[in-house]
């Protein structure tokens, strides 16, 4: 039981929000990699520590993941969204707790190139806040492409291994009401969630007030790093689901 | 060596990753055009080889197979997907995001191969999940168009749900008969079903998978989000309207053995076909933008591919979808220089009819105008019915081939009309043209048909009527079908002779709430505006 709520306050966001978004010393960057860090650890305790999930936990995280939907719906920071999708995960990290743990590394990877591309917003446009920025993919095809690909990743489309594992482990799975509600909560949440920032950011006319920046080629290479890295987890995936 | 044939699907994705590293903009068509010309030889050396060899090309471990439905449906995607690509070289060349519409034709392309040519549900899955977001990406390709971006939205929601709904007819599909490849199933279902099934799951897959073909191929109440793609570009359209849309249809034949279990599922499917081909098509009568109708009129041509399958005629169902992919490409893709030519001559688009005939209006009554509606009526009935005697023996044991007769006979009941403004002097004329035209269609929906049918299914082609038929006798089918014809015949007289009919107020009041109903699009896009303007009072 310890285990278990352990394990919901590394990976669920109400923690997050009740003490950590409170302290103005914590910038949501910082949250991020505090929540990507404390995902990686409860993997690892995973390994070590096998452990049968309880259903309340399980009812719990959805409802976390639900609330975690609706404040992801009203921010526009890339930061913000990169831990949000962390936990609006968090059920799935729950309910198939230990198994989980290629789709959370593929996951962080997708989730690491929109903190990257949140750092190159920052450096370039003073925020992490995407708001006015609109119609990247007219004016900067490249940075547009990193962030269709990452959107994709997340919004589980295959190619992509976050599509592919996630699959894999629900066909494997026997379903129940709660599983339904899960896999559909995640299913359309990180869907939504991708969906609309695609049209916040990707689409829409170009802002005439903004000078858009393009990325220099050390900015790029961690983003082509990233999608070859996807590329290679999502062969694994696809050896992994059919053969 | 004709294990090359499996690597089509892969062929779009290596052009895609090539257009990559293009810099020069002349390159990135002629280098997409010349690779995808290998797709098409590859498919035809395909059919080639499925036809003379009589056998299927399977591999990957089972997961992709070159087979009869492929051997039909990879040439035709393929030779569609070069005339478009040839069409995009000109028609994108000054849209911004020229590389990036090759790129997302090429997945697109990619993904319908590896839809058609998979043989592993859990392929078909992924393929199914890659049309979805490939057509989205396309769909919003002028991304500066809020139009453009808030209808793609529509494409995507409804894609998405045709997904988990498909991935959880997937789930059951592995829980109920333990495997994913579709051969197996194939042969187990075909077992299962010369005895008696009783199992409510069979019903449950069966139904999911109608469903999310009916998402996919926009048939109602799921059809909204085609009519409103057209701010898309034309290439877009011609790829959605020819090629994407069809993929429910193609999903149910690739499932039709899993069908036979569930004939409740091909009754479902043929209402909803009913409704969806009468329905869109009365919208597309109505609507006043011409896109939103050439969308209603897929959407109801769709309804009639469900409504075959629905009736066991599945490769009926294939031969309407390639000849109406033909058949809307070449519609979308010409309409650029009708538009051309419009702009000098006010006077375009000509009827052919008037070309042939000259239009004279027939005024007045006339006995002998009402014995000519008779006989072309009856005319076109009696023809169908000898050639189906002829053709097979056992046609009126199933009522499938009645509907198929009515369906024939509205064909030729709507040549009828069009061709019905014409000279009185030129009835001879008129009366050959009619009767060969009648004659033509019959025997290539015949013919094409029952070829189609032997090659594809074989013998088994008939267990689908059979599974699909509604157990009606001959008699109550051949009522049936009367009354039909006397519905057509009251709407031909009605038609000719529009104040038989006007007797009260009340009637046009009733004409005119349906008149509103079908201008409304059906009241979709007002009950989701109300049910929007809801949520935001609260």
Request: glycine share 6%.
């Amino acid at each position: 039981m310890i285990y278990n709520i352990l394990f919901l306050i590394l990976v669920a966001g109400m923690p997050y929000y009740l003490i950590l978004e409170k302290i103005p010393a914590i910038k949501s960057k910082h949250i991020f990699l505090l929540s990507a860090f404390a995902l990686l650890s409860s993997m690892m305790l995973s390994f070590y520590i096998p452990n049968e999930h309880k259903t309340s936990l399980v009812i719990i995280s959805l409802l976390n993941s639900v609330y975690t939907l609706y404040r992801a719906t009203k921010t526009t920071n890339f930061y913000k969204l990169s831990y949000y999708f962390i936990f609006v995960n968090s059920p799935f990290f729950v309910l198939y707790e230990g198994e989980t743990s290629l789709y959370s590394l593929s996951l962080l990877l997708s989730l690491s190139g929109l903190y990257l591309i949140g750092q190159f917003y920052e450096k370039n446009y003073g925020s992490a806040n995407y708001r006015y920025i609109t119609g990247i993919t007219l004016v900067r095809p490249y940075i547009g492409s990193y962030l269709t690909l990452y959107l994709i990743s997340v919004a589980l489309y295959p190619p992509f291994p976050n599509s592919l594992f996630f699959l894999q482990y629900i066909l494997g799975s026997e379903s129940n009401p709660l599983w339904f509600a899960v896999v559909i909560t995640l299913f359309f949440g990180n869907f939504f969630l991708s969906m609309g920032v695609m049209k916040r950011t990707l689409f829409g006319r170009p802002n005439p007030n903004i000078h858009y920046v393009h990325m220099t080629i050390k900015e790029k290479v961690p983003h082509i790093l990233i999608i070859g890295m996807l590329l290679l987890f999502s062969l694994y995936g696809l050896k992994e689901i059919l053969l | 060596m004709e294990q090359i044939i499996l690597l089509i699907p892969g062929i779009p994705i290596f052009i895609a990753f090539l257009l990559l590293f293009i810099n020069k903009k002349e390159l990135i068509p002629k280098v997409s055009i010349m690779l995808s010309s290998m797709i098409a030889l590859l498919g035809l050396y395909g059919t080639y080889y499925v036809i003379s060899n009589d056998t299927q090309i399977i591999g990957f471990d089972g997961l992709l197979v070159y087979n009869e439905l492929s051997a039909i449906l990879v040439p035709y995607v393929a030779i569609l997907g070069l005339v478009i690509r040839k069409y995009a070289t000109k028609y994108m060349w000054d849209e911004e995001g020229y590389r990036r519409f090759f790129i997302l034709l090429n997945f697109i392309f990619a993904s319908i191969y590896l839809f058609v040519m998979s043989n592993n549900l859990i392929v078909l899955a992924l393929a199914w999940q890659l049309l979805s977001i490939s057509l989205y990406l396309l769909v919003s390709f002028n991304v500066g168009s809020n139009t453009a971006v808030k209808n793609a939205k529509w494409v995507m929601i409804i894609h998405k749900a045709a997904d988990l709904v498909f991935i959880i007819a997937v789930i059951l599909t592995y829980q109920t008969f333990g495997s994913f490849d579709l051969t197996i199933l194939s042969e187990k279902w075909l077992a299962m079903s010369h005895q008696p099934v009783d199992n409510p799951m069979i019903f449950v897959i069966g139904l999911l998978f109608l469903i999310a073909a009916m998402m996919k191929s926009a048939i109602m109440p799921f059809h909204i989000w085609l009519p409103y793609t057209s701010e898309a570009p034309t290439p877009v359209s011609a790829v959605m309207h020819a090629g994407v849309v069809n993929v429910g249809g193609i999903l149910l034949n690739k499932l039709a053995f899993l069908l036979l279990l569930a004939p409740a599922v091909l009754h479902i499917a043929f209402v909803v076909g009913l409704v969806t081909a009468i329905f869109a098509s009365l919208i597309m009568l109505v609507v006043s933008d011409i896109k939103r109708s050439l969308g209603y009129s897929t959407a109801g041509q769709m309804g009639y591919m469900i409504m075959e399958i629905g009736l066991g005629a599945f490769s009926l169902a294939i031969y309407h979808l390639i000849v109406h992919g033909i058949f809307k490409a070449t519609l979308f893709l010409e309409s650029g220089v009708l538009i051309k030519l419009a702009r000098h001559d006010s006077n375009l688009p000509k009827r052919l009819t008037y070309e042939l005939f000259w239009e004279e209006k027939i005024k007045g009554k006339s006995k002998k105008l009402f014995k000519y509606l008779a006989f072309f009526t009856i005319l076109p009935v009696v023809t169908f019915v000898g050639v189906k005697m002829i053709l097979t023996d056992d046609f009126f044991e199933l009522n499938a081939s009645i509907i198929i007769l009515a369906f024939a006979w509205l064909t030729g009941t709507q040549l009828f009309l069009s061709f019905f403004k014409v000279s009185k002097d030129e009835s001879f004329k008129v009366l050959i043209a009619l009767i060969s035209s009648f004659v033509i269609i019959l025997f290539t929906y015949e013919f094409i048909g029952l070829s189609l049918e032997h090659f594809i299914y074989g013998e088994n082609a008939v267990l689908f009527y059979e599974a699909a038929t509604f157990n009606i006798t001959t008699i109550m089918s051949f009522i049936m079908l009367s009354a039909i014809m006397i519905v057509g015949w009251l709407f031909m007289y009605t038609q000719h002779f529009p104040k038989v009919f006007k007797t009260d107020k009340k009637q046009d009041n009733l004409q005119w709430s349906f008149y509103k109903l079908l201008a409304k699009e059906g009241y979709f896009f007002n009950i989701i505006k109300a049910l929007q303007r809801k949520k935001n009072d609260l």
